[in-house]
């Protein structure tokens, strides 16, 4: 059966839109949403609920339906959507829900974007007063952002054939949004609900750009987009919801609120059905009732909860063959899915009638939408002639018109809007020019708040209160009589208000009942708290752009081309892709890191080491400073040295460690480690700008200007010679923890003779600009030696032979200097640097703390994992075991010959020579505890 | 055996045009000094020695023309300047900067970041995909100089004309910026 | 309708499904819980049940179980790396394991297992070593690779090819979710089955102290005299304590989750990222309930910012593509306290009588069971239970803290 | 996101900016003379006010400045920002 009229409704009835919807082909119209569609078709099931399985229809014709909750399957999967809110398009392929719905299975194809908008008013809104509040503000100058959730602007206009100042109001809509787009400094967002409104005037909205194009959405447009819009002012001109009454089995299809039936009728052109009794506690029912009626529905009846009905509509009804029966309720329905029967009794008690009927329309009043309002943290009052919070109070940026006030009247919501738009403007700095003329209805329904009545006393069982979540009026007795007082526990125990639609239409009935159930006044309670986002929002469009290769910046050295050419394999440090090691055919990571080591150790290695901070230091106090930072003496360095220094956080733990360079008497460079540089900046920016603002230094971040090469090796001097022909490298002119300016293949170059691998080595620096083209000189150079580039994995194993720690990996937040080994960099003479205090305290000073040690598994070929758990026994006694400590490096070593690793262990310095024990699978590794440097301890090697 | 230069954005050379969305090309090898100074003597003293007024007012630049040539000097903070030139005078103007007795600092920084310049009609739609702040030109007028966020990478953004801009980026980061601007001018009919 | 002398509801009848009542205060205790939260609650369940202890009252400012309790994720696990840690919530799981039969209520306790997800090569040195301490303390625990992730949670994007690959994980089977109401409605049941007064809507605002002892608390209902009192207020508790002068190392944090809307079952277990900062599970009812990181100010809000909730969709999209069509439903945010090894602060006080319960930061919910236990022998016995004994507010002079970043960077 | 009034850039996105705690706690001028409970107690403690609230922030994306605020932590609305070294001025809460 056809319910789409001849005529009306938004709708292009000369083009047919086919989908499908639980199997069934359909067809419909661009203009429909699915659910108007489905209406058209007379289909009113569209799923069934979640715990009952009870056939659930559709309630309402906008995003607060609690009921018409479907699966789109074609073009893509996408869960939970209301056919009120979905937009039909050719090809459509959706099906009706049972509470549940399904993510696709394969990844989501299209883009999502977020854009910032600042803007002097924002008005949610596009209904009579949003529209007045936008224009009274655009006119004034104001830069204006105008949002809206429907696909075209008018808010409850689009639901009535009323006109406004003898025209149809589409018309006067037409005019306003005409000139509104017209206006510079305007912009219109339609298909956009603002869902979350924070501090400072920052309110989120989402804009569903392509949905309604379906399977014709340009892939190169983002599907949906979050503004970001920061604004001085808002308008909330957010309308109202019709709220059902709840009585017996008013959950059936086919029960439709009444407003909801005439936007069926107006703005889709579809008849709820054939045959309607129309159930209302005030008078807006009966202008659905008569426009029903107009169109061709049989209205045998409407139920009037009121002890009298307002004469005149009840004449006009009469006029049309519809009784009214006043002081009557709706007291069940019949139906095996959709109605076919309502019980009609008087309120109180007494005989009810059954009337056949398919529709029944129900009003039970209007929720004002205060969501957002609330989450401006608006404070809330409870409007009793309304039955319904209303915003309590006037916010500084926030204002609210129209019939979310509770303001019913259009002509007085526009005035509202034309306000609030006027105060807007002001208090954002503008003059409103003129007035915007407020349009006068001739609507046949003087908008009067009715009787305020939440359930009419029935089955409770049967009586739904939250129609999502299945939730009755049994449950709320079950609630207050398990002892239950506040209404956030009961909405807990009976889940009322967290489903989908979050109670849009049932909270506040909700409330109501408890009350009732509580015998408590509505005005002395709080509303339950609204929370963003208003309506539903997809993770996707959360996420926005930052998906991929755009989720977190990839940070890359100069000279990371050269490493992605030569099949390096990559280490994430922090946003740094470092290279990890260069496998060659056929190797794997041991393989490559040996030979690596090997090479590095027996004739010449290199590695980008650009990724390590670099800070410039410069103020006649900055020797001064860099004590205070490091645990050992940095003023007394001299100009053309380098010393290695610890830094330790005020609990005298360590937290970074490097070389620092000094450059000038009043200037040094220093070097942290690569995931610490941005933080160790900004710690001594911290001191410097919050507690020493008189000491004169200045650092600034060189990181990126300079790429920096360690060359490593006994053949390293020969190597750097042949592109330093300017620089004397003998180990006389250049001495271990020296530095000079050179050119180094031409370019200038600072070269710093240090050493992390104990071979003789130099860190050659240049600017980064000039990075990749060394690295290819010095390899060119070095290949007479086989120069051998490395990563970190190799970097790892020559520091950890050496018995150097890696910050992060050695440490934990929990380890001294002390507990490192090293005493040496930690000052004697200094009177105070940051953590010395700590170093005083109890633990600190107990002799069994954890201490970084070597460990020789006693089977050379052993490799112990990293993180191993070390214990004292060469057998395991039932848990909790004691646990010694943890091997924090180990690596099968090319100049040992064998396996080692590097571990912090209870009283690690007492215990070298003891045999220790790893617990491994399930078996027990035997070590010995060594010393912590493994290769050369003699520092033979450095020299070369 | 000179080892010639490679830029930042060497490998995106040749892609830099989003168009019809906005044009991007970059400025490789500027000379970039980072100054921090705040005896507003010594600020006036350092401007005459390049021939440009430093910036007094936060979030502006300016520029000036003296012994080298044309150069920008854009305001970082209340004690912080970048001053920005043609390539290869880095050297010659530190020297000049030196030659100023005052109580601060004065680094080469010219490899810290690279420049791009962005012109064309959707350049402000663009940026407003990852940059929080205000881009109307009543709020951000030609000379407007701020360091914030762009997407999630720290920038230098310059207001330098109508619909041009110059976002100067921390070199690590460029390739990053490069593509998220790559990717942001799909919308405005960029094909990638 | 009720005469006002009457509380809400009093005139109703005793339900089968009784919970509590709602008295009127006493004007003494011998002890009184400051905070009906999850952790209030099961110190007065466990006062009365282990140590016979009834004569308590737990005053809750607003509805029992409304803060931190009302606001968590419900992930319950103990793979803490150090010993005293994994004392403490090994304890608790272990109590969470037959907390049902205890209770004689549903609590919908699953132990659905957790994935710890290692994101770099530090990650998964630390992942081992919390893995080897973990086995070693006897707590369930094992390193799975890739592939074992996939297996165990088939969602979980495992590509090498991503900004940042999923190089492995922990995986604790014993862990697992709970369904949070329910447990404070069960320890709320049983504690007041046992004589236990549950008052709600009554706020402390004093401490009144004699001789260096508590002697009574002040309330928005008037003065409490108490012998003991025990501070279970988490989020508020330096508020508290400063009524009495004492200064607590903790800073208070907005800490924000949401849910998605109902959906088919797509995953099966707790998967946790402490490097892209998102924490996942599916409740019973099949809606995601998802965590992120603390906003980083101090905050007693309820509130957060919403810019951490972007970045956590778009790690969360990382890590599990499918959920890219899944729609956010609701955020909110409780508020934790942060000490700073990140480890709790549950003991004696420089006042006599006087218990503190704080600093859990992210780890309260799971933590539920096993300090309402030693927490209650503390208070009973006037001496730490072995389990909270090395959580003293005296570590951080002594240096002795339990730094458990690792574990709690992220949450829960 | 609030937007935090930088006392040179302006008002900016919370993004932008560092948070650090409680303001206005010095680093004590001779360590060494403390004993460890006011060691700690510098280390460590801190106010934690529900309500107005002395505090550092650094606006880290921006020009880089510490400076501080006195925030309401209840409605984390910012009271007043003023300069390091500057007292903390008056507010109403």
Redesign the interface.
Known sequence: MNYRTPTGGAIDRNTVLRFTFNGQSYTGHPGDTLASALLANGVHEVGSS?KLGRPRGIVAAGSEDPTSLVQIEAP?????LLATTVELYDGLVARGLA???????E??P??Y??????CDVLVVGAGPAGLVAALTAARSGA?VVLVDEQNQAGGALLGVDEYLDDRPSAEWVADVVAELKSTPGVLVLERTTAF?M?????V?ALQKRTDHLGFAAPA???RQR?W?I?TRQTVLATGAHERPVVFADNDRPGIMLASSARTFRHRYGVLPGSRAVVFTTNDSAYCAAIDLAESGVDIPLIVDARASAPSRLATECAARGIEVRAGHVVTGTEGSGRVTDVHVAPLGSGHADTVVCDTLLVSGGWNPVVSLFSQA?GKLRYDSELGAFVPGEELETVRVAGSATGELDLTACARQGRNAGAAAAIAAGFTPSGQVPLPTSDSRCTARSGLVLWRVPGAEDSSFVDLQRDATVSDVL?A???????L??IK??TTIG???D?GKTSGMIAAGIVAE????ELADQRPTTF???YT?????A?????????????????IH?WHVEHGALF???GQ?KRP?YYPQPGEDLHAAVLRECQATRESVGMMDGSTLGKI?L???DAGKFLDMLYTNMMSTLKVGKIRYGVMCG???MVIDDGTVIRVGEERYLVTTTTGNAAKIL?WM??WL???W?HL?V?C???????ATIPLVGPRSRDVLAA?APSLDVSNEAFEFMTWHDTEV???PARVCRISFSGELAYEIN?????????W??LMAAGAVYGITPYGTETMHVLRAEKGYPII??ET???VTPQDLGMSWAVSKKK??FIG???F?????NRTDRKQLVGLLPVDPSVLL?????I?ETDR?P????R?LG?V?SSYPSAALGRTFALALVRSGHERIGETLYV?VDDSLVPVTVTDSVLYDKEGARRDG | MTADPTSPLAAWTDRLTFAPALIASERPFLSQLTVRVSDPDAVAALGSALGVVFPSVPCTFTTGSGPFGAVEVLWLGPDEFLVVAAPDLQLPIEDALRAVPFKGSVVDTSAQRTTLVLEGSHVRDVLAHGCSVDLHPSSAPVGTCVQTLLARTGIILQVTGPDRFTILVRSSFAQYLAAWLSDACVEYGAVP | MTSPAQPPGAHLPEHPDFLWENPEPKASYDVVIVGGGGHGLATAYYLAKVHGITNVAVLEKGWLAGGNMARNTTIIRSNYLWDESSGIYEHSLKLWEGLEDDLGYPILFDQRGVLNLAHSLQDVRDSIRRVNANRLNGIDAEWVDPAGVKEICPIVNVSQDVRYPVLGATYQPRAGIAKHDYVAWGYARAAHAMGVDLIQNCEVTGLETAGGRITAVETSRGRIAAGRVALCAAGHSSVLAAMVGLRLPLASHPLQALVSELLEPVHPTVVMSNAVHVYVSQAHKGELVMGAGIDSYNGYGQRGSFHIIEQQMSAALELFPVFARAHLLRTWAGIVDVSPDASPIVGLTPVGGLYLNCGWGTGGFKATPGVGDCFAHTIAHDKPHQYNEPFTLERFTTGALVDEHGAAAVAH | MQLIPCPWCGPREEAEFHYGGQAHVAYPDDPSALSDEEWAQYVFFRDNPSGPFAERWSHNAGCRRWFNAVRDTRSHDLLAVYRVGEPMPEVTA
């Open positions: 979640v893509f999967p996408e869960p939970m509470g549940q719905g399904r993510l696709a299975n990844p989501d299209a883009r974007d977020a854009k910032h908008e600042h830069r979350g924070y501090q400072d005037g920052f989120l190169s447009v983002a979050v970001r920061r943290r079950r207050t009589g398990a002892g239950l007082r506040s956030e526990h807990r125990y967290t489903a989908h979050q159930a509580l015998g408590v929370r963003p986002p539903s929002v997809s993770f996707a959360l996420a926005g752009r930052d998906r991929g290769e755009l989720h977190d910046p990839v940070r890359v050295t100069a081309p280490e994430d440090v740094w990890w410039d410069q103020g006649s005020v609990d005298g900004d920016e911290e700008q919050t507690e603002p004169d200045h600034t971040s060189v990181t990126e200007h300079w592109v293949a031409g370019v240049v600017t980064a600009w000039h990075g990749l083209a060394v290819e000189a992060g990996q934990d937040a929990t009177p105070d010395k205090r700590s005083a305290r109890a633990e600190n994992p990293e993180g191993s758990q214990v395991l039932e848990p909790p075991v646990m943890h924090t617990p």
